[in-house]
Structures are given as structure tokens and as C-alpha cells.
């Protein structure tokens, strides 16, 4: 299904091929794993497959925030969230087949769309070469340290003030122990 005038080499092909299994076999181990460890890891492969594609589509900046973001922050809470729930293991999930014929049929209607789609819509091949991929990290600094520096500084004292309220449900409230019933009573006779 090659468009003429435009060539894919083959290590771009099967790297995109190698990325889009990596995402899609990740994601159905999240969806269909018992086990939320294992469910929890999987989401890592997942997420690195999708940042994978943004760099593969020239998305650079996009790329390497959905690792810092995703993987460094937001796995590393699930993972953490999972790890520090006690006796996690012996939690019984009930119900597992409630959703099954909803979401087959959601699955089967989605499907049918996107074969609508790809089978109906009139593709265009263009004789043009491909543009010269060009960063987008500097025009992103620019406007993050230009016009957009207050409303950037104010999200990271947001995030700041939310890692710090983090830590702190996480490390729990210490409470002092409470006197005993007799020091009650011999301080109050005194």
C-alpha cells in the first residue's frame, strides 16, 4: 500500500511496527492482567511505546514529557500506591465477567468505525518530500521563559504544594498517645 513518490525505509517501518506491538500487547496486559503488579509493570512498556511513537512522528518535546511525566511520575505513584497497600495479594475481585458483553460490543462498534472509515475515505497521496524534522523544544522554551513564565512558575507551586500534601498523607498523621485514665485523675485532684 505504498502511495507513490513516498519511500519508507525499511528499519522506520518495522521500528513503527515494533513500537505500535509494544503499546497494544502492553495495554492488553494491563487491561487483562490478574495480577496488578504485573499490571502496573505492563503500563510501563505501555507508556514507553507511546512516547516511542511521538518521537517517531517528530513529536520530540511531546516524547520525552510523557516519560518524565508518565513513566517518572505518574507509574512510579502506582507503583509505590501498590507496593504500600498492605496484603494487596489477598484482595478477591468479584463479578471479573460483569462488563464483558458492554465492552465487546463498544469494541465491535469501534472497529466497525474505523473500518468505515479506512475503507471509505479517500486517501491523497501527495508528490511532495518529506520536510526536514525540525525541534520543537526551542520555540517551546522560548514561550514557557517568555511570555508564559508567570502562569508556568504558578503550576510549579501548584505541583510543589501537591508533592508536599502527598508526602504527607502518605507518611500519615502521627498522633500523640493519649494520657492515661489515672493522669487525668491525679492531675486534676492536685
Not at 509493570?41 to 514529557?65: H, K, M, P, Q, R
Not at 474505523?114 to 520555540?139: I, N, R
Amino acid at each position: 500500500m505504498d502511495t507513490p513518490g513516498v519511500t519508507v525505509p525499511l528499519i522506520g517501518g518495522l521500528a513503527f511496527v515494533g513500537l505500535v506491538l509494544l503499546t497494544v500487547c502492553s495495554a492488553a496486559m494491563v487491561a487483562f492482567s490478574r495480577n496488578i503488579v504485573h499490571s502496573a509493570f505492563a503500563l510501563l512498556g505501555t507508556f514507553f511505546g507511546v512516547a516511542g511513537l511521538y518521537l517517531f512522528i517528530s513529536a520530540d518535546f511531546v516524547g520525552v514529557i510523557q516519560v518524565m511525566v508518565y513513566v517518572g511520575g505518574v507509574l512510579i505513584l502506582f507503583l509505590f500506591a501498590v507496593m504500600l497497600t498492605g496484603q494487596i495479594q489477598d484482595v478477591k475481585v468479584s463479578n471479573l465477567s460483569r462488563g464483558v458483553w458492554p465492552g465487546l460490543l463498544v469494541l465491535l462498534g469501534t472497529l466497525g468505525l474505523l473500518g468505515y472509515v479506512v475503507l471509505e475515505k479517500p486517501w491523497h497521496s501527495t508528490s511532495m518530500t518529506a520536510p526536514v524534522d525540525q525541534p520543537t523544544t526551542v520555540q517551546i522554551g522560548d514561550a514557557l521563559l517568555g511570555e508564559f513564565v508567570l502562569p508556568f512558575e504558578v503550576a510549579s507551586v501548584l505541583l510543589l504544594a501537591a508533592l508536599v500534601g502527598g508526602v504527607m498523607i502518605a507518611g500519615g498523621v502521627r498522633r500523640r498517645a493519649a494520657p492515661a485514665a489515672g493522669a487525668e485523675d491525679e492531675g486534676g485532684d492536685a
